[in-house]
């Protein structure tokens, strides 16, 4: 982990020379900190990561939900989702 100026952008060739996977760099402005730069393949996973953390609390939201209203048939399920 690089942490930066935002002004030593005005050279960013030096600054994205220190990004690869695993070593982001921070940016700051005004001495806190602001912006993040990652290499791509990290950035893409902490997406993954993300779209993974809502199926999965929205998956336990459906669990919770049956647990207390009780699940739905198959053939409700169709009928409710227009699927007949």
């Known amino acids: 982990?690089?942490?930066?100026?935002?002004?030593?952008?005005?050279?960013?060739?030096?600054?994205?020379?220190?990004?690869?996977?695993?070593?982001?760099?921070?940016?700051?402005?005004?001495g806190?900190?602001?912006?993040?730069?990652?290499?791509?393949?990290?950035a893409e996973e902490i997406e993954r990561l993300r779209a993974m953390s809502q199926l999965l609390f929205e998956l336990q939201k459906g669990r919770e939900s049956g647990e207390k209203e009780g699940y739905l048939t198959l053939e409700e399920a169709k009928e409710r989702f227009g699927l007949k």
């Open 32 to 42: 806190y900190g602001k912006y993040v730069v990652y290499d791509i393949e990290e």
């Open 1 to 30: 982990m690089q942490i930066k100026p935002v002004s030593d952008l005005r050279n960013y060739k030096s600054v994205l020379d220190d990004v690869s996977v695993g070593n982001p760099v921070y940016l700051t402005k005004n």
